[in-house]
């Protein structure tokens, strides 16, 4: 297992950006432990946060979903989940703290989610997303995601519609090529619990 990212880790804030080739990042799956600093992160960036009961309920669909956190420190920065159904890779929510984002952090996660996809033999990854949410829409097409449908009226709050995203080849050397190419401009390092990337 990898060592502490409080061992190695930089402050428990963002810092300067000039920072960010000593920022270690540690990826670890989440643990009700986490849920507290989980729920403030869902609080602030989405108007409709998911509940505790949700995300227990998550954590308990162990053979179908996997969730991390990411750290920085002691401090839970952000997470992300993946429900994996046949041979699918669905990216159920992911979220990064405020204070932390355009720090890679997002990255970190999806290029995790990714590889555990991979490894559990799902060659497709889907997800949804607001229409109005291009920074994430950014970030997923990065990954090779492609908008692919619409569910109308899919937010209940706002009556905002989802862009249906999909990236299919994850098993293919294109991909493979496309993964390795985001992993080298990541900055900083990545820890794993079961591995690690990054420098
Ligand atoms: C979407 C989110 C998870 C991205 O996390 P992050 O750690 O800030 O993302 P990264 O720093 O890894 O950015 C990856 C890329 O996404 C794009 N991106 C991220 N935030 C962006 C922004 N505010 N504006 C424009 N592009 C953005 C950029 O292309 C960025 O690469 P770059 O920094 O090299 O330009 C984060 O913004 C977030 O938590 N948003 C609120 C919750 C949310 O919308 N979740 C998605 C639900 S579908």
């Known amino acids: 297992?990898?060592?502490?990212?409080?061992?190695?880790?930089?402050?428990?804030?963002?810092?300067?950006?000039?920072?960010?080739?000593?920022?270690?990042?540690?990826?670890?799956?989440?643990?009700?432990?986490?849920?507290?600093?989980?729920?403030?992160?869902?609080?602030?960036?989405?108007p409709r946060p998911w509940s505790l009961p949700l995300f227990l309920s998550e954590l308990n669909l162990r053979t179908s979903r996997a969730y991390f956190v990411a750290r920085v420190g002691g401090t839970v920065v952000g997470y992300c989940g993946l429900m994996l159904v046949e041979g699918d890779g669905h990216i159920t929510n992911i979220?990064?703290?405020?204070?932390?984002?355009?720090?890679?952090?997002?990255?970190?996660l999806l290029l995790n989610a990714t590889r555990h996809c991979l490894a559990r033999g799902a060659t497709r990854m889907t997800l949804e997303v607001r229409m109005s949410n291009r920074a994430a829409q950014t970030m997923y097409r990065k990954f090779g995601f492609e908008a692919a449908g619409v569910r109308k009226n899919y937010y209940a709050e706002s009556r905002e519609d989802a862009l249906i995203m999909w990236a299919y080849g994850l098993d293919t050397a294109k991909y493979a090529e496309r993964l390795s190419v985001i992993e080298s401009g990541i900055r900083g390092s990545t820890l794993v619990e079961d591995g690690d990337f990054g420098r």
């Open 1 to 46: 297992m990898a060592s502490r990212a409080s061992d190695i880790g930089p402050p428990e804030s963002p810092g300067d950006p000039d920072d960010a080739d000593r920022l270690a990042v540690h990826l670890v799956p989440m643990r009700r432990r986490h849920l507290r600093a989980v729920m403030r992160i869902e609080a602030q960036v989405y």
């Open 95 to 108: 979220a990064v703290d405020p204070l932390w984002q355009r720090h890679q952090i997002g990255t970190r």
